[in-house]
Each structure stands twice: as C-alpha cells, then as structure tokens.
C-alpha cells in the first residue's frame, strides 16, 4: 500500500537528522559512534524482544507495526534496524566528508526515489521506477550541495548516481546498509 511507504520513508528523511547531527553539532567521530553504537544495541534489544515480550511487542505493534512490510512482521529484521547499522559503519569507516554525504543518499535519496517511483511507477526494474531513482539522485544532489563543505560537484553526482544504482539493482542485503557503504566507497575511490 502506497501510503504504509510513505509513512516509512518519512521516517526514513528525518533519520537525515544523524548525519546532519555529526556535521553540525557532534562533530566528534567517537561521540557519534558511541551515541549510534547505544542505539545499535537498543534496537537489536528491541528486535530481540519484540516478538518475545508481551509488553514489547504490545508497544512495539501499537506504534510501528502498521509501517512494518510482510517479511518484518514475520520476524525479519526492520528496515530502522538496519537503518542504524548503516550509519554506525558508514561513520566508523568513512571520514566525515564522505560519510554524511552517503547517509544523506540514503536517507533523502532513497525516500525521494521510493516516494516518487510509487506515484510514477514507469520503466521500472524489479518493482523498482527509473523515474523514482532520478528522482534520488536529484533530491540527493541538491541536499548535499547546500550542506557540503568539501566534496567537488562531481564527486557527489557521481556519489548520488551510485547510490541509486545500489538502491535500483534488486539485491538480497539491505539497502539501508549497502546504499551509503558503496557509495561512500566509490566517493572515496573517484577522490
């Protein structure tokens, strides 16, 4: 349903609120990995005892069980989850001028690319739309350009554009953890 999206991927822009918390208040790299680190493990926590603990799981289904696809109400990981770990590493392992680019990929790009390729759903691939996807690199490159400090155009072009290949190319790992790695990678290579 294109409205249970919508209210994910909502969730999923105003996650931009961590990398734009690392590179405009939390400038330090081990705060932010504590900070994400505590959020990690809260969240495996929650993951752990969602469907264990009745009061979990009361809690759990009443305030986010109508956002959660088939395979996370059956048990699977949640795409938030996910979500976490991906920023966690992409701050571990990238400096800050690659890693808040490609969290911002993934949480404004791919919330532009699922939100307008819903509404557009031509050309697609998988059940994925090219339009959404240029809709990503779009939204991608007009954030980033207003909050970098550092990266030439190029590299953020190309940056976004590799991001919503990953985000395009059906793949069983999680997006919310490949989206900002390979593309942090390929900023990282092509600097």
Request: aromatic share 14%.
């Amino acid at each position: 349903m294109i409205s249970i999206e919508i209210s994910r991927k909502i969730v999923h822009v105003f996650s931009s609120v961590i990398p734009l918390s690392y590179l405009w208040f939390f400038k330090d790299w081990y705060l932010m990995i504590m900070i994400l680190g505590l959020l990690s493990i809260i969240s495996v926590l929650i993951e752990f005892f969602r469907n264990k603990n009745v009061f979990i799981e009361y809690i759990f289904n009443k305030y986010f069980n109508f956002m959660l696809r088939k395979n996370e109400r059956e048990g699977h990981i949640t795409g938030a989850t996910w979500l976490i770990f991906g920023n966690v590493i992409t701050i571990f392992i990238y400096p800050i001028y690659i890693a808040v680019p490609s969290l911002l990929f993934l949480s404004i790009g791919d919330s532009f690319a699922a939100i307008v390729g819903k509404k557009f759903p031509k050309f697609k691939i998988g059940e994925k739309s090219l339009i959404g996807s240029l809709a990503g690199i779009i939204s991608s490159i007009i954030v980033i350009y207003f909050v970098n400090q550092v990266l030439p155009i190029y590299v953020i072009i190309s940056g976004a554009i590799v991001a919503m290949l990953v985000e395009l190319i059906p793949n069983s790992i999680n997006d919310n953890l490949t989206i900002p790695l390979i593309s942090g990678l390929f900023m990282v290579i092509i600097l």
